[in-house]
């Protein structure tokens, strides 16, 4: 157990503050805001059913989906904080089409914050976990010049830092700025995040699988493969499998995070319009496979490592293959040929 289990996470952020020669506190003052944030997100989903936040908005975003009254809520939460804080030049918001403009009243800083402000959002109503999802990148330009696409469509592996907050029977942030990945827990009766789970590392091989088999037909041969072979190739790999799904990203991604395992959205043919999967690349894949390779597992579209992903539009959306690096591994080899499997 690291000797700093229970430190709050400003002390965090001020121990890595010190430990960054030539750090001013912007970042930190960054990474407080977005604290800030999910704390109120955390506020108004805890008693959503007690408010008129529950059910549908009345609109349809950019992702062509219904939004929901907290969707808009958390996104106006996060657009506020991060504004406020000077930190950023941009930000990008999986519920608003265009790049987000920083009002002309607060100072503008070097970073870009693309952000899910409520992943999972079709579970609301059934108090499923749901959560906010984040991805910081510094701006390439110069400071005192426009921010430019190219420094709102930087590859992951540019990432400064990324995480994710599960709103779920406990609330638990997950962070990483490149030494290790750290989850803290909110101490609600002091308002605190407290270090809960420090260095966290995934398993190297899982025994849980996650996919939504009800797309199954819509697969490619090699994914369907794969899938059958984790159920039904039992005297190959000797193992038994669970199947855990909850259709919250944030959800499935962190118990296969602490637990092992695999989580599958690979591209399907259900929706022309959406050929390469479900999930955004910006805002749910990049933050997640920059988490999970922190952690010593693998993120990959089934042929290109997602932190390589050259983005080309800030709403683009990509296969997720992500998790413990032996159960990715293999999945890669059915996508690539190498291996089949025929139920017999
Ligand atoms: P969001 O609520 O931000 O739109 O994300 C929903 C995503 C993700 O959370 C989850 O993994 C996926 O949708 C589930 O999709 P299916 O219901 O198609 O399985
Ligand atoms: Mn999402
Ligand atoms: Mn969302």
């Known amino acids: ?66 939004v929901q009254k907290l969707d808009e809520l958390a996104n106006n939460t996060v657009k506020r904080r991060l504004s406020a804080s000077g930190e950023v030049c941009a930000l ?29 959002s079709s579970n609301i109503d059934a108090n499923v976990s749901i959560g906010t999802i984040f991805s910081i990148y510094r701006r390439e330009s110069l400071p005192d010049g426009d921010t430019t696409m190219k420094d709102v469509l930087q590859p992951g592996h540019r990432q ?5 907050i599960i709103y779920g029977s406990s609330c638990v942030l997950v962070f990483s700025t490149g030494q290790g ?56 790999h000797g193992i038994h499998y669970s199947s855990r799904y909850v259709g919250s990203l944030v959800a499935d991604f962190h118990r296969n995070l602490l637990y092992g395992g695999i989580f599958l959205y690979p591209a399907d043919f259900k929706d022309p319009l959406k050929p390469k999967g479900k999930l955004r690349l910006m805002c749910e894949a990049n933050p997640l496979a920059y988490l999970i390779e922190q952690a010593g597992g693998l993120a990959t579209t089934g042929t290109e490592r997602i932190l390589d ?36």
């Not at 990474?31 to 529950?54: E, N, S, T, Y």
């Not at 990008?92 to 992943?119: C, M, T």
Request: net charge negative.
């Open 181 to 236: 990945v750290n989850g803290f827990t909110l101490d609600p009766s002091i308002g605190e995040f407290l270090l809960s789970h420090p260095n966290i590392k995934t398993p190297k091989k899982g025994r849980i699988y996650s996919v939504n088999e009800g797309n199954y037909g819509y697969w490619d041969d090699q994914t369907r493969s794969y899938v059958d072979w984790i159920k039904h190739g039992y005297s190959e």
């Open 1 to 66: 157990m690291s000797e700093n289990v229970g430190i709050t996470i400003s002390n965090h952020f001020l121990l890595n503050q010190q430990l960054s020669p030539g750090a001013t506190g912007s970042f930190t003052r960054l990474l407080q805001a977005l604290v800030l944030a999910c704390k109120i997100i955390q506020r108004d989903v805890g008693k959503a059913g007690l408010v008129d936040v529950l059910g549908r908005a009345g609109t349809i975003n950019v992702q062509g989906e219904e």
């Open 309 to 344: 992903v050259q983005p080309n539009y800030i709403h683009q959306r990509v296969p997720l293959i992500i998790g413990s690096p032996d159960d990715v591994n293999i999945y890669q080899e059915f996508i690539q040929g190498q291996r089949t499997f025929q139920r017999s």
């Open 92 to 120: 990008v918001s999986e519920e608003e089409a265009d790049i987000i403009e920083i009002p002309r009243q607060y100072p503008r800083g070097n970073y870009i914050v693309h952000f899910d402000p409520l992943d999972g």
């Open 160 to 164: 400064v830092g990324a995480g994710y």
